[in-house]
């Protein structure tokens, strides 16, 4: 598995909230998958919510 940087914003009470986060995975696509999956439970958000801007491996 392959270590990939997920990039992108989502809305907090001050406005956009920008992260970055590192997740392993086997493909961009269940990086992305992951990240939506995480700040959904974290941050109580629906995926339309988080905007994803940048995978990078």
Known sequence: MS???V???FPARDGPQQFEKEVDAPNENVAEE???S???SQHNLKRTQITI???AA
Do not use: A
């Open 3 to 5: 270590t990939y940087t």
């Open 7 to 9: 990039r992108g914003s």
């Open 34 to 36: 992951r990240v939506y």
């Open 38 to 40: 995480d700040f959904g």
């Open 53 to 55: 801007e940048e995978v």
